[in-house]
């Protein structure tokens, strides 16, 4: 990876009437790097990102990308940059391959480049017995990838993705993300936000977003490493699922969560685990086992939200819960 940030954010801040959907966010993006974006519904990402493509101004604060000052380099910064949006932004009555020509012409592609582009993007894709589908007529995870190949026909050094397999089967969202690794593989920095855990787990660094303002940032495995040890517990016992509700109420208890037949208890202090068994032996469970394990990437994202988020968490559904961005 180079040693010049390919994006750089400085108290970058955007305000809606009295509304602050990003506050004063600063960070730094290596070239090369897969930067993951996570947070709730709300959280700031899709106006961040449409900040640092130029689309949007800030309220305040400063951001380049590619060494252009997003705000008043806009115009320049598109024709080097790619940009996938939340929302479909394809045509849906023209083919494939017209859309693909289209998109490459407005990129300033030509002639043989073109060409050349155009049948790269039908490879990468798989895609080439349906460059004469029209594009509305194809599935929704087809619809994903040619979005993700007309964004990087003039192969952009940066391209920015916004919940890029939101309704993609895993097997496509496994082939989308090989290619996300060869793009980072062959220098390409891709910003991504994601509300897929695993998919948060193949990124260089992850940012979590909660509220407007940016909480941590820092590569998976340092989120997880956080925990003291101890503190993350593996329940073995009958009824899981009643076991839960006694352990919700224990002092001490910051996070339970039921873990395939298992629990998964977050506790304040490591020496807390006597006290956890003996609540349960209390309530009537004969056979219970703790053994402490690692904690999971959710588990260092629900902890971080309820011990530094502005406002109040709320209810996270385990695993890939639904956190894609839907305002401003």
């Known amino acids: ?28 993006v290596a070239a090369g790097e897969i930067f993951g974006f996570l ?33 008043r380099d806009a115009r320049a910064l598109r024709h080097r940059i790619g940009y996938m ?34 049948a790269w993007a039908l490879a990468a894709a798989e895609l080439e017995d349906r460059h004469r589908t029209l594009v509305g007529a194809l599935p929704a995870g087809f619809h994903q990838r040619l979005a993700l190949v007309a964004a990087l026909l003039h192969e952009p050094s940066v391209v920015f993705l916004d919940e890029p397999t939101s309704g993609v089967d895993p097997d496509m ?6 290619l996300i690794d060869t793009l980072a593989a062959a220098g390409t920095t891709v910003f991504v936000t994601t509300h897929y855990l695993d998919e948060a787990e193949r990124c260089h660094r992850v940012a979590l977003m909660h509220a407007g303002r940016l909480l941590a940032l820092d590569t998976v495995a340092a989120l997880k490493g956080k925990f003291a040890a101890g503190t993350v517990l593996e329940i073995h016992c009958e009824q899981p699922a009643r076991a839960l509700g006694v352990l919700e109420r224990v002092e001490g208890v910051m996070d339970a969560a039921l873990f395939g037949e298992t629990l998964h208890l977050v506790l304040d202090h490591p020496g807390r685990g006597e006290q956890v068994l003996a609540h349960l032996q209390g309530a009537g469970f004969t056979s219970v086992r703790a053994t402490p394990t690692a904690a999971t990437l959710e588990e260092a994202v629900i902890h971080t939200i309820k011990s530094l988020g502005p406002r109040e968490a709320g209810a996270l559904a385990p695993g890939a819960a639904p956190w894609g961005e839907v305002g401003p």
């Open 1 to 28: 990876m180079s040693a010049t940030p390919a994006v750089v954010a400085s108290e970058l801040t955007r305000r809606f009437g009295s509304f602050v959907a990003v506050d004063r966010v600063s960070f730094q």
């Open 173 to 178: 969202r496994r082939r989308f993300w090989d």
């Open 85 to 118: 949006s939340q929302r479909f932004s394809l045509y849906s009555d023209l083919t494939v391959a017209e859309n693909l020509a289209f998109w490459g012409a407005a990129y300033g592609l030509s002639g043989a480049r073109l060409e050349q582009r155009i």
């Open 39 to 71: 947070g709730s519904n709300g959280a700031g990402k899709t106006t961040t990102i449409r900040m640092l493509c130029g689309l949007l101004a800030p309220s305040r604060g400063f951001a380049s990308v590619l060494g252009l000052d997003v705000a």
